[in-house]
């Protein structure tokens, strides 16, 4: 496996943990998130200033999960006021602050960003390994979640707010720990990033990237662990497989997204869905079904 | 004086905002859509103003031209794009319009070019001197029109058959369709207006940089939808005051907070604050 592929795996696996996190925010819990990437940046910029002050790297991306899982709570807080709409575009408007506050501030890299980050000293192969345990350690932690009573209090809020409240669901408690944990994954990331790529712009954690994240979700069918997934990795690997539309990447991005919601909203995951019934209903009768 | 001249511009940006909000908070008030793919007709609005400027030397076509093909595209997006979709959950329409759009700004960029185009001829420069402050000719044709256009939509709403069926349609389609008002059409003659009113404020803005670019769209309609949002979404004169307010806040807050915050994030740092203190937005309640 030659450099290129081990960096792109990894960066596959950065993008699950990612897109998990979003996942569990809008999917599981039916808040739309337009502003993901400002946790992704809020994890790897918290990673990289630490770093560079000499935390121990183990450290810093625990304490990037922790800083973005703060942000979502207050974020989440936010939410608790207001609803989908609204939410939509004040997770927006969150995402354009971070890129403000940090763009600003020099302390914070401005414009040019952070360079000069250090290694995490395991080599790419060895930090691929990493980042792939970490990803499948958050695909089993969504998966564990959505089976959950948790999972259940996370699906009737997403279905109906006001009725989930009559039956004594704490709504508020809800969203905001889905916010917590879908941030937190998203600092995880972050920091993983951070020392993958070991200079960060802050045009890498801007809306286009919330939006791409969104996709990753929004294809995979939203809510579903393993649509995730498998969108996550086809929308990381397609511009590399097809290079002649790396031109066209955002192009073909766009589009997408605007098929899969036009034509079959609930991503590769309800399309599977739909396949397999439809397999099954062709089975001959006297065989069971599953 | 400054403050005088701050306020001079913002208002002027907080009216280019309210032309371009109201079409916004006119797609929300009948559907429930955000409909974020109206960046990509305010983009396009500035591209065929300026292609049918430059080709025909004539401003006033040039915006008739761009607002009347523009209206009709915002019409073809609400048959091609919405209607099939109106019984899904709101993300659905939300996420199919984002992705119209980037798509929308890919395709500007791949046709007319990254670097975007130019008047060959750009009119309406010329200063003017008001109470002592200098304003191009293209900063008061913006405030104008926009007084302008949307004098003429209150008058629509207010005073007119079709007017009174689109407001009836808003506030209870149920009810207006057993009156026999074609919501349908409504809704054809909502997105057409919003969408002209769009592109004739894309033109303007382009007066006034010289420019067309592909991303254009992007940062004017961010801050339109946190506008509509202030403004009550669906609420037509709260956006235009939340325009206005933002526009002028804007302009005060780079001077005294820019050090700390860029010009875009105050828009929506200003959002935050408020929908914290009133989280249905200023004006809620139509």
């Known amino acids: 496996m030659g450099i290129y592929e081990i960096s792109l795996a990894t960066v596959v696996g950065i993008n699950v943990i990612l897109a998990l996190g979003l996942n569990m925010i809008s999917g599981f819990c039916g808040q739309i998130s337009l502003g993901h990437a400002a946790f992704y940046g809020i994890g790897a910029y918290t990673a990289a200033l630490l770093a560079k002050t000499g935390v121990p790297i183990w450290l810093t991306i625990a304490a990037g999960m922790i800083s973005a899982g703060v942000a979502g709570l207050v974020v989440g807080l936010a939410s608790l006021r207001v609803r989908h709409d609204f939410l939509a575009i004040t997770t927006m408007g969150v995402g354009f602050l971070f890129l403000g506050i940090v763009r600003q501030q020099e ?9 000069g980050i250090p290694s995490a000293g395991l080599g790419k192969i060895g930090y691929l390994v990493v980042v792939l345990v970490i990803a499948l350690l958050s695909a089993a932690f969504s998966l564990w979640i959505k089976r959950s009573w948790m999972g259940f209090a996370f699906d009737a809020v997403a279905d109906d707010e006001d009725t989930a409240r009559g039956l004594t669901v704490d709504v508020g408690a809800y969203k905001l720990a889905a916010f917590a944990m879908g941030t937190a994954m998203a600092g995880v990331a972050g920091g993983l990033y951070t020392f993958f790529a070991r200079f960060l712009m802050p045009d890498d954690f801007g809306f ?4 791409t994240v ?9 809510g579903s662990v393993f649509g995730v997934i498998a969108a996550t990795i086809i929308l990381t690997l397609m511009p590399e497989f097809f290079r002649f539309i790396s031109d066209y990447k955002l192009l073909v991005y766009g589009t997408l997204l605007f098929a899969v919601m036009r034509f079959a909203p609930e991503g590769l995951a309800g399309f ?19 | 004086m400054l403050h005088l001249e701050l306020l001079i511009q913002g208002l002027i940006h907080g009216s280019m905002y309210a032309v371009i909000a109201v079409g916004l908070t006119l797609v929300y008030g009948l559907l429930r859509i955000l409909h974020v793919a109206h960046a990509g007709l305010f983009a396009l609005g500035g591209y065929l103003g300026l292609l049918i400027t430059n080709t025909t030397t004539s401003l006033p076509l040039g915006m008739m031209g761009s607002a009347i093909i523009v209206g009709g595209c915002g019409m073809l997006i609400y048959r091609l794009c919405y209607q099939p979709i109106l019984d899904r959950p709101p993300y659905v329409a939300l996420i199919a319009s984002i992705g119209l759009f980037i798509a929308m700004e890919e395709i500007f960029r791949l046709v007319f070019g990254p670097y975007g185009l130019t008047y060959s001829n750009p009119p309406l420069q010329s200063q003017v001197t008001l109470m002592g402050i200098h304003l191009r000719a293209a900063e008061i044709g913006m405030v104008i029109s926009a007084l302008l256009l949307l004098g003429m939509l209150s008058y629509l709403s207010q005073h007119t058959r079709i007017g009174i069926a689109w407001r009836a349609t808003v506030d209870d389609p149920d009810i207006a369709k057993s009156f026999g008002i074609d919501t349908i059409k409504v809704r054809y003659l909502n997105f057409f207006i919003g969408s002209a009113l769009a592109a004739i404020a894309g033109v303007f803005i382009s007066l006034l940089s010289n420019l067309v670019e592909p991303t254009m769209g992007g940062v004017p309609s961010y801050k339109a939808l946190a506008i509509i949002v202030l403004g009550g979404l669906g609420n037509v004169t709260g956006t235009l005051i939340a325009s206005l307010l933002l526009g002028v806040v804007e302009a005060f807050g780079t001077i005294y907070i820019g ?28």
Do not use: N, W
């Open chain 2, 259 to 286: 050090s700390f915050l860029d010009r875009d994030a105050i828009a929506f740092a200003f959002l935050i604050v408020i929908l914290m203190i009133r989280p249905q937005g200023l004006f809620a309640g139509k």
């Open chain 1, 272 to 290: 599977t869905r739909g396949l397999l019934a439809r397999i099954r209903e062709k089975q001959p009768a006297g065989e069971t079904t599953e």
């Open chain 1, 107 to 115: 302390l914070l890299g401005g414009e040019l960003g952070i360079s």
């Open chain 1, 208 to 211: 286009i990237t919330s939006i």
């Open chain 1, 214 to 222: 969104l996709s990753m979700v929004a294809v995979g069918g939203i």
